[in-house]
């Protein structure tokens, strides 16, 4: 099932598959036309970029330009996780994966199949939940849209399955030195400021 899934990625496929939170609708990162056609099954806006998942921390340098001190200790600390962190992304990605600021989502998934999948297509993968935009996010196979499933190319299942509950935490740098928790999830801010991380207010 895992050589099916990676030959379907290295050709430009879509395909369903679990991550620690919830199932993803993911493709190959740097695959321009397969990132336009996650954006259209999903009928997601383009201006709501997709994150990515990685399998390895070492496929942190082909789409980030630079990673600060502060958010190199969030990833030791969090990673591998459900702790989303935005990056300055090198200019060559998709524009579908990257903000107006220039910047891009990622996390190192702790889900062995995802991280397969992202070692053997050799490429970061797209992390959107597999629902259509607005939609609840599925946590098990049954509670994936039977459209969504036919537009896609394959459903990767592996256990274990999602764990479900609330999903990635995303966080930012909006100056050195300190975060935004751009969308609560998994790891809250109270995990956070433990692990010694500054927390800034927001309005």
Same mark, same amino acid.
């Given at each position: 099932?895992? %050589?099916?899934? @990676? ?9 369903? &598959?679990?991550? /620690?939170?919830? &199932? ?10 397969? @990132?336009?056609? @996650? ?7 383009? $201006? =709501?970029?997709?994150? *990515?998942?990685?399998?390895?921390? /070492? ?5 980030? $330009? ?21 990056? #300055?992304?090198?200019?060559?990605? #998709?524009?579908?994966?990257?903000? %107006? ?8 998934? $702790?889900? #062995? ?21 607005? =939609?609840?996010?599925?946590? $098990?196979?049954?509670?994936?849209? #039977? %459209?969504? =499933? ?13 764990? +479900? +509950? ?11 030195? =300190? ?10 801010? /109270?995990? *956070? ?7 800034? /207010?927001? %309005?």
């Amino acid at each position: 099932m895992i %050589d099916r899934a @990676v030959t379907i990625l290295r050709a430009g496929g879509c395909l369903i &598959y679990p991550t /620690e939170t919830f &199932y993803a609708l993911g493709c190959s990162g740097l695959d321009t036309r397969a @990132v336009e056609r @996650v954006f259209c099954i999903k009928s997601r806006p383009l $201006s =709501k970029p997709l994150p *990515l998942i990685i399998g390895d921390p /070492e496929q942190l340098g082909p789409i980030a $330009s630079c990673i600060t001190p502060l958010l190199s200790r969030l990833m030791e600390h969090f990673w591998p996780g459900p702790l989303s962190i935005l990056v #300055p992304a090198r200019s060559h990605l #998709p524009r579908g994966l990257v903000n %107006d600021r220039g910047l891009l989502c990622v996390r190192l998934t $702790s889900h #062995p199949g995802a991280r397969s999948l992202c070692l053997g297509a050799e490429a970061p993968l797209t992390a959107s939940s597999a629902n259509l935009s607005g =939609k609840k996010p599925p946590s $098990s196979a049954d509670e994936i849209d #039977p %459209d969504l =499933k036919r537009q896609s190319d394959f459903c990767f299942n592996p256990l274990p399955l999602p764990g +479900g +509950g609330a999903p990635s935490t995303i966080v930012a740098e909006p100056e050195p030195g =300190k975060l935004n928790i751009l969308r609560a999830g998994a790891i809250d801010r /109270e995990t *956070l400021i433990r692990a010694g991380f500054f927390i800034e /207010e927001q %309005d």
